[in-house]
């Protein structure tokens, strides 16, 4: 399934808790956890480079 957002995002704004974002499918590669709104990805060096997303789980473990 394409939703059309992969390696497209540039910036992130959150409603609550954080998430876990990662360079690749299934939560593979480089990932990050984001606890607030970021303005400009590039900065962590994932703009326009996610392909997954998820809540983030405390403690970080799945």
């Known amino acids: ?3 059309g957002l992969n390696d497209a995002i540039s910036s992130m ?3 609550r808790g ?3 974002v990662c360079e690749d499918a299934n939560y593979r590669g480089r990932c990050q956890i984001i ?4 303005r400009d990805l590039g900065r962590s060096g ?5 392909s997954s997303l998820r ?3 405390r ?3 799945w």
């Open 55 to 57: 809540p983030a789980r």
């Open 46 to 50: 994932l703009n326009d480079r996610i």
């Open 1 to 3: 399934r394409n939703s």
């Open 13 to 15: 704004r959150l409603s």
């Open 18 to 20: 954080s998430w876990e």
């Open 59 to 61: 403690g970080g473990n």
């Open 35 to 38: 606890s607030s709104d970021v």
